[in-house]
């Protein structure tokens, strides 16, 4: 089936498997976040029988896909984009309508999954390598090859962003894919990889969607070779537990609760409140690597404060498709429940809450899971808002008196994806910087914006196993074979 509408005209997405849509017999509604009682569209609900036959389609296509070159490989992938063309104003929508973002961020989203992939591809120069051992006493030579079906689990967030991360990289190491679209946004991602898989050879690329309990085989089927999850470090855990009955390697991209450090002598400027309010709030807050805590000097606290209240005051929260609003809702009523607890927790241990910006009344009305951004001031630090990823529009400010004490306490949390330092002093910003042991430390700015795709993606501790993207994410889909003869 390629997808088709219901005859109140409504969207209906199957899953893809060896290069073809299939119906399934049960779907899944998919509700709109400022409008939850519309839906959206239906997505397939696959059964555990689906799984097994989408991996099989793939391992079927590995050694096909995995005997051309990268750069074959590549090409391919890059061509698969050309008939996408026509429908990206057509997909952002539809991302909107599903995720509850602004539009103008879900049309980044579909550019950026297209931009990641021709990054990918300029890294097939000399790919694979091969490590040659000479001398006695042995002749050895190290390939490294592609590891088999590989499956992708991605998030609602930034879905096409994050799926850029892995599936370039995975298909140009010569891999084959199952791709897991997230259960409350995956409309978008259907239309995208069903027409991306019809332009590539049947079962390199499949797309599986339904119950979590349902798509179990994509993590436990001993043909599966490598598992990759986007998603919460609880998430993560269930995912390695499973992946570890066959087990496959995992890639695990997971939460964060990224601190900023604002130096003494930094710039409280308007472009610079500015700049830090965005790293917070993009997406109202549903970013792994967004500014989720301010740590900034207390002689600075009060005009910080300040600053970061005016650059939000602007904020217009509302429906993802009005060209007004700047933040839209939270992606589940459940998501914005939580960040709602964390808020009145700290309220009720005497932290001052300070709301900002506006929200409008018909979308109110419509019930959809809007909260406005709020500054959460000086909380106690064993509170859920300041220890916990808070994944909503909530940010505490906390003012500090020892930096190297701070750097210290960072460095044995749970967390460890990504960290800023804030300082015109660029030298002593680095001298900072370098002692922070997250994957990724930005330096005058934060989040998606300022992340080097040429660069490996990843986090210490509990925010992930592995790395994505450069020429590490690359190497990652591959195993290293040994060949080993006697000398010459």
Known sequence: MTAESTSAGELVTGLVVNGESVTTDDRIPIHDPSRPDTVVGWTAAATPDDCERAVAAAQGAFPGWAARSAA???????????????????????????????LHESQIDVAVFEGRSRVAATLVEGFPPVTTLAGPPFATR????????????????????????????????????????????????????????????????????????????????????????????????????????????????LGGNDPAVLLDDVRLDEQMAGALAAAAFMTTGQVCMAVKRVYV?????????????????????????????????????RQRDLVREMVEQARAKGAEIREHGSVDEDAVAAGGHYLRPALVLDPAEDLRVVTEEQFG????????????????????????????????????????????????????????????????????????????????????????????????
Request: proline share 9%; hydrophobic share 45%; aromatic share 4%.
């Open 72 to 102: 074959e490989r590549a090409d391919l992938l890059l061509a698969a984009f050309d008939p996408l063309a026509a429908s990206a104003a057509a997909r952002a929508e539809l991302l909107t309508r599903e995720n509850g973002k602004t």
């Open 393 to 488: 529009p909530a940010l505490p400010i906390l003012p500090y008196d020892d930096l190297d004490g701070l750097v210290d306490r960072l460095n044995g949390e749970w967390s460890g994806l990504c960290s800023s330092v804030w300082s015109p002093d660029l030298d002593r910003a680095s001298a900072v910087a370098a002692r922070l042991r997250t994957g990724t430390t930005w330096i005058n700015q934060a989040n998606a914006s300022a992340c080097d795709d040429r660069a490996p993606f990843g986090g210490f501790r509990q925010s992930g196993v592995g790395r994505e993207m450069g020429p590490d994410g690359l190497l990652a889909y591959t195993e290293p074979h040994v060949v080993t003869a006697p000398p010459a």
């Open 297 to 333: 000097p207390r002689s600075r606290y009060a005009e910080l404060v300040e600053a970061l209240g005016a650059a939000l005051d602007g904020q217009r929260v509302g429906g993802g498709l009005d060209s007004s609003t700047t933040m839209g809702p939270l992606n589940t009523a």
């Open 142 to 253: 190290i390939h490294r090859v592609p590891a088999g079906v590989v499956t992708i689990i991605v998030p609602f967030n930034w879905p096409l962003a994050i799926l850029g991360a892995s599936l370039p990289y995975a298909l140009i190491a010569g891999n084959t894919v199952v791709v897991k679209p997230p259960p409350t946004a995956p409309l978008a991602m259907v239309e995208t990889l069903r027409v991306m898989a019809e332009a590539l050879p049947p079962g390199v690329l499949n797309v599986v969607t339904g119950a979590n309990d349902a798509v179990r085989p994509l993590l436990t089927d001993p043909r599966v070779a490598h598992v990759v999850f986007t998603g919460s470090t609880a998430g993560g855990r269930a995912v390695m537990g499973l992946a570890a009955q066959s087990l496959a390697k995992v890639t695990l991209e």
